[in-house]
């Protein structure tokens, strides 16, 4: 992987790179300041006030890339960063996976704007809310096979039993495909965490109502 990552930068412009690279952490530290500091409670009113009217301007940062590669149809790269922006969001690094856990806490607000914005620009064929929808229709599998059998196999996961990778094709990819997020989980883990998944944008919903 580090080799692959030497080559690539060696056949681009590296000053770019690192610009971008350092644009996104820094973008990636206002957010878990930001976070940090929605728990205090020793704030000034003019602390408060100014903490306000910076929030809405790193939410929009921090979802910037994602909607630019949503916006263009680079959907691989779109997942990609779904992927990222979920486990920085719960404090986690590249290579670890979310679990039942990270579920439970994970921001409602955060998790509507990634579906919002998979809906949006895939014209509502793809979604966080449109996979929970299909997994509902199947009757909300809890057991390998039938998660396997019905719901992997109605998005596109699974092709006459044999495990697929996403199409990543707006006109012939099945509806719900993405975002993906399993990679090489397994769908042991898979079948837990979209249960997990599904339960807390019931209960998000049921927050706003």
Known sequence: MEAAILLYASQVNPTQLILEALRQEAIDL???IQQDTTKRL??????LAAFEQLTPQVKTSRY?????????????????????????????EDGQWLNVNDFKIFPCKDLQMLDHLWVKYSDG????????????????????DGF??????????????????????LENS????????????GFEWVLLNISSLTQRLVDCSTRQS
Not at 42 to 47: H, Q, R, V
Not at 74 to 86: F, I, N, P, S, V
Request: proline content about 4%.
């Open 30 to 32: 206002a957010y878990i």
């Open 42 to 47: 020793d704030l000034t009113a003019d602390e």
């Open 64 to 92: 910037a890339t994602l909607e630019q590669l949503l916006q263009t149809q680079q959907w691989r790269k779109a997942d990609q960063e779904t992927y990222r922006l979920m486990i920085t969001t719960v404090g986690k």
């Open 125 to 144: 064929k793809w979604g966080f809310s449109v996979q929970k929808q299909i997994w509902e229709e199947c009757g909300s599998p809890t057991d390998h």
């Open 148 to 169: 396997v059998d019905k719901f992997c196999d109605l998005i596109g996961w699974v092709r006459n039993g044999n495990v697929q990778s996403p199409q990543y094709n």
């Open 174 to 185: 099945p509806v719900g495909e993405l975002p993906s997020l399993w990679g090489d989980s």
